[in-house]
């Protein structure tokens, strides 16, 4: 069973999403299910490793702190553009040290870093355990490597590792 259907949440999940962006017919729903049984495969041949999560009930609070800072980085992003006004406003690059190693857990702090507006992951080094991120206001760097170690870091931590 498990051959046939490797990963049946991901297949469920792009089968609902392909009904949802097409319509619902019966045709629509062969068609999407066949491209998530590819997925699903395809997937299957990269062996992926299991995450494993030390700490569930912290999960629910960093989506919390991810959903709020990506609500608060929406409206500041779009005040500075549509304020039309130029002020000293200075985009960066900056480099982090990161403790985190588990794989899962560097690809959501990518994830996050990448989905909050205004902050772009461009590189991680694993060799040194640095991250290379882009800032579109870097009014203090100082603050940024805070937010990164202290608000998604340390939670990804705790869960991960």
Known sequence: MSRV???????A???MAWLLLTRFTVGQFIVGFAVAMLAAQGMAALH???????RWDLVPKLIAIVLYDIIRSNI????II???????RRSGF????????????LAILAIILTATPGTAWLDYDSARGTLLMHVFDLVD???WHG?????????LLEIFE
């Not at 259907?5 to 297949?11: A, H, Q, R, T, V």
């Not at 500041?76 to 005040?79: K, N, P, R």
């Open 48 to 54: 992926p490793a299991k995450p494993r999560l030390r």
């Open 141 to 143: 760097e100082e603050e």
């Open 82 to 88: 549509l304020s039309g006004t130029r002020r000293n």
């Open 5 to 11: 259907f490797p990963y049946p949440l991901l297949i």
């Open 94 to 105: 900056m480099t982090i040290a990161l403790d985190l190693r588990d794989p899962t857990a």
């Open 147 to 155: 937010l990164i170690k202290e608000r998604y870091e340390h939670l």
């Open 76 to 79: 500041a992003v779009a005040g």
């Open 13 to 15: 999940s792009l089968v």
